[in-house]
């Protein structure tokens, strides 16, 4: 079993791994490989609605890959 590094989280869909990746004011996601667009939409809509749980606030996210 591959160990991800402190603050990395992955899981596997349809067979690509989607890294959830902690930082001090953000998180970022890697999906490495192809996802049909619904999918992604899902993964989106997951996180927000987590997110927005724990914040106990609306988060919305940027699918902008080039917004680092």
Same mark, same amino acid.
């Given at each position: 079993?591959?160990?991800?590094? #402190? /603050?990395?989280?992955?899981?596997?869909?349809? /067979?690509?791994?989607?890294?959830?990746?902690?930082?001090?004011?953000?998180?970022?996601?890697?999906? *490495? /490989? *192809?996802?049909?667009?619904?999918?992604?939409?899902?993964?989106?809509?997951?996180?927000?609605?987590?997110?927005?749980?724990?914040?106990g606030?609306?988060?919305?996210?940027?699918? *902008?890959? #080039?917004?680092?």
């Amino acid at each position: 079993i591959k160990k991800a590094p #402190f /603050g990395v989280h992955e899981i596997t869909v349809k /067979g690509v791994t989607v890294r959830y990746i902690e930082r001090s004011y953000n998180i970022m996601v890697e999906i *490495d /490989g *192809d996802l049909p667009e619904e999918t992604v939409e899902l993964l989106k809509m997951d996180l927000e609605d987590k997110l927005s749980r724990l914040e106990g606030v609306e988060c919305k996210i940027n699918l *902008d890959p #080039f917004s680092i």
